[in-house]
């Protein structure tokens, strides 16, 4: 296996898909480990969005929402649509956002999910 270079960083689920895909697309499917197919079928059946979208909406709920990167991170992997299930995520750690900021994710997130 190959040895991949550089910082370390949490990833989406969106964005390993991309980088699995990537690294795998010159194995014939017989090639890859039993494991390896098992994590490339995960990535692909779970990553609701396409990796780009991903990043900009990470970058989106941290700048403009305020919430941290892991947070963030989490919502585009689950990609929750409606507040209660937002509010699963993040009442623990931010108990005073408010219904609006909850709104705005809630937008961010559905237009990510139709604009896939």
Known sequence: MEEVKGSRRPISLPEAKEILDRVWSTREEEDLEITQRSIRDYVRRFSKINADKARKLVKFLVEEVGISEKHAIQLVNIVPLTRDEIR?????????????????ILRALKAAIEAS
Not at 94 to 104: A, M, N, S, V
């Open 88 to 104: 699963v995520f993040l009442f623990k750690d931010y108990p005073l956002l408010t219904g609006e900021k909850y709104d705005e």
